[in-house]
């Protein structure tokens, strides 16, 4: 049976495969985990998921590249510099000694879970926490994520870098 909808949530929870278009084009196919976890481009990363993956871009670090506007840690081989690096919120955790310092710019309290919208170097991130946190806007927090949880875009072209992170030394568990 072919069931066509525009909402995600229908579409992860009832389907055995999703067909993802966009302006008429095939995006992705597979299953829900499969588009979930290993997006093929862009589109799918931002499409699937609520709220939506987080992107930032990647400068050259020197030997390494760097989430633009900082100063390190290194997160990709320099070769990705110029590309996007994609997180989702719920992967992103506050650690007494992560290895990326912010800002918090808003703190969303929504029962179960708080949105902090976080100023990394010159970017937004968004991390979804679960319940109440100590921490208002103007305050300085760190942040980590599993190095499985890291995703890697060309940014020309949105295309997926790799299905596994090649390198990154930033990206750990807190």
Do not use: K
Not at 39 to 51: D, K, S
Not at 58 to 79: C, M, Q
Not at 109 to 124: F, K, P, T, V, W
């Amino acid at each position: 049976m072919v069931y066509v909808t525009h909402d995600q949530v229908e579409a992860m929870s009832m389907a055995d495969r999703v067909i993802l278009l966009s302006c008429g084009r095939i995006e992705q196919n597979g299953t829900p985990a499969d588009l979930y976890e290993t997006p093929a481009n862009i589109f799918v990363a931002r499409f699937i998921g609520t709220p939506p993956m987080n992107l930032l871009r990647l400068d050259n670090g020197g030997s390494e590249a760097v989430i633009a506007g900082t100063d390190g840690p290194g997160v990709a081989p320099l070769a990705w510099a110029g590309g996007m690096l994609g997180v989702r919120p719920e992967h992103v955790l506050l650690a007494r000694d992560g290895p990326f310092t912010a800002r918090v710019e808003s703190v969303e309290y929504l029962g179960a879970d708080s949105l902090l919208l976080c100023r990394i170097g010159e970017q937004i991130l968004t991390a979804r926490v679960a319940g109440r946190v100590g921490v208002t806007g103007g305050d300085s927090v760190h942040l980590s994520w599993a190095r499985g949880a890291s995703h890697f875009f060309d940014a020309a072209t949105g295309i997926r870098l790799a299905t596994e992170p090649i390198h990154q030394t930033a990206t750990m568990f807190a």
